[in-house]
């Protein structure tokens, strides 16, 4: 069985983390859509450093929910599997999926890279350990806890190569997506129409997850649909569960695997 899963804010918003565009999404009375955004870093990095730190600190507390076990469990119990989250957070990669089986699209919270020569900490890492899997941004994965310990450090840390602002390795509005996660999500497409794709906890801002949902399921796959609110991707959906993420996913993957 072939399955591509999409996820969203709302699948760590179990988990107590807020999504962006959610009523408890707000920081400081600022809009977080304002805030990830490379105008606001040149503006005021102090401001979107002390953010990313906060949200860093919320993401070390919280733990993967039911929803992210679910969708950890089919990954296990299907050969074909991509997820592609557009979370930033590590709760699915705490459950234990490979990371051959995910692409984090809109980048690495726990990641920071420079601004200026795109020089990464652990790149340097990857070369002294030879640690390097061939998937993440750039090849090379960070580890959660040795990036950033630090959850309290202030100061806006710079690059050791050319000495410019770090800044965190995440994709911000009007980014490009990262180059090698696309690759990865085309070559998934490549291998096939899926059985079924999962679209869960996103409001399907980006025409780009509306567009893998629909390419994924095009030879008449399942387009099931996780979400309590109607999105754009609605009306395209197969099979719309308009409840939360971590209710509706064990039962829906649990029917999937027993099927
Ligand atoms: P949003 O905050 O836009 O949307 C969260 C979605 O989750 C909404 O559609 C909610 O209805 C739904 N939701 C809330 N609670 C839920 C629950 N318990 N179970 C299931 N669904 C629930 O988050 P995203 O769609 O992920 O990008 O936002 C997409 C991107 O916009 C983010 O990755 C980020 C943001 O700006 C960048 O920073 C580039």
């Known amino acids: 069985m072939r399955v591509l899963v999409l996820t969203g804010a709302g699948v760590s918003a179990e988990s107590g983390i807020p ?3 959610g009523k408890d ?3 400081r009375n600022l809009d977080p859509t304002t805030l990830a955004t490379p105008d606001a870093f040149a503006r005021d990095p102090q401001l979107v450093w002390d953010w990313y730190r906060e949200r860093r600190q919320q993401i070390r507390n919280a733990r ?27 709760l699915h990669r705490r459950t234990g999926l490979p990371s051959n089986k995910m692409v ?3 980048g690495d919270i726990f990641i920071s890279r420079c ?5 990464r900490p652990e790149l340097r890492d990857a070369e002294t350990n030879k640690f390097r899997n061939n ?35 995440v994709v911000w509005f009007g980014e490009q997506l990262p180059w090698n996660e696309l690759e990865r999500v085309k070559s998934f497409f490549d291998g096939g129409a899926c059985d079924v794709v999962i679209v869960a906890g996103t409001t399907a801002t980006f025409g780009y997850i509306i567009e893998w949902a629909i390419r994924g399921s095009r030879d008449g ?32 993957v649990d029917r999937i695997i027993h099927s």
């Open 64 to 90: 993967p929910n039911a929803a992210h076990k679910a969708i950890a469990q089919l990954a296990d119990h299907t050969n074909d599997f991509l997820l592609v989250t557009q979370n930033v957070d590590d």
């Open 19 to 21: 999504t962006f565009r």
């Open 25 to 27: 999404g707000y920081w």
């Open 135 to 169: 998937t993440g941004l750039a090849g090379a994965r960070p580890s959660t806890a040795s990036n950033d310990q630090k959850g309290t450090e202030r100061g806006l840390p710079k690059c050791k190569r050319c000495n410019a602002l770090m800044r965190p390795g």
């Open 221 to 252: 796959g399942e387009l099931i649909e996780v979400n309590p609110e109607e999105t754009p991707l609605s009306r395209f959906a197969t099979q719309l569960v308009r409840e939360p993420a971590a209710v509706a996913l064990p039962r829906i």
């Open 104 to 106: 984090q699209i809109h």
């Open 115 to 119: 601004s200026s020569c795109d020089w």
